[in-house]
């Protein structure tokens, strides 16, 4: 089952712009993360937002929870052209398992 | 180093075959897990394990069968019941509810 949904589904920008990338789910969770992952590699965390959390940073990235609406935000700012990678959102469920259930991603191209 | 290596990167299987991919942590985590992924789209649970000698099926268990006997060892085997085992493959482990750490991947193709 799919409990994260991104959007869009593909973001194209010039460098130094700022890209916006957003995730819904379904249920109440405990957690929110955020991964990346470069073509055909494995995916590397970037950051996790509790759901007692509105906002967190981490370098130039920002991240968003609204856990009323049920979404998230990642705000990627002065991209790079080494941003370029697929970006997903995961989630728990709350009370649940230890398993994340990922989003279908999106895809950033940061063209130089 | 610490980290999670899995094993081939790419791997082919002919028709009616198991093949199995291997998994190997030494960070130390209880919990492992097995993605699938099909081209532009996320990731499919396959089994998760929160420790050894115990795992629960994801969402996609059909065709695939595992093992934990080790805390630092998690093989998938891809059998010949899963008729459409063409995807890129990822292993993962984690403590607690917390992030994940991943492999490198598999390419499993069909020949």
């Known amino acids: 089952s799919q409990q994260g949904e991104e959007d869009p589904q593909a973001l194209s920008i010039q460098e130094g712009e700022n890209a916006t990338m957003n995730c819904s789910y379904k249920t109440s969770i405990n957690n929110l993360q955020w991964y990346r992952q470069n073509s055909g590699r494995g995916l590397v965390h970037l950051i996790l937002i509790r759901s007692n959390e509105r906002e967190k940073h981490s370098g130039r990235l920002r991240v968003t929870l609204d856990t009323s609406k049920k979404s998230s935000s990642l705000l990627i700012t002065a991209s790079r052209a080494a941003d370029t990678a697929s970006y997903f959102c995961a989630t728990d469920v709350e009370g649940g398992s230890e398993k994340l259930v990922f989003g279908k991603g999106t895809k950033l191209t940061v063209n130089p | 180093d610490g980290g999670i290596t899995q094993s081939p990167k790419y791997l082919f299987r002919k028709e009616g075959q198991n093949v199995t991919l291997s998994c190997e942590q030494n960070l130390n985590h209880d919990a492992m897990y097995w993605y699938r992924q099909d081209p532009g789209q996320g990731l499919r649970l396959i089994y998760y394990?929160?420790?050894?000698?115990?795992?629960q099926k994801g969402d996609i268990a059909e065709g695939y069968s595992v093992s934990r006997e080790k805390k630092e060892s998690f093989p998938l085997t891809v059998t010949s019941a899963q008729k459409n085992p063409t995807a890129f493959y990822l292993c993962?482990?984690?403590?607690?509810?917390?992030?994940?750490?991943f492999g490198s991947g598999t390419q499993l193709s069909v020949l």
């Open positions: 394990s929160q420790i050894v000698n115990d795992f």
């Open positions: 993962a482990s984690g403590q607690g509810a917390g992030k994940l750490f």
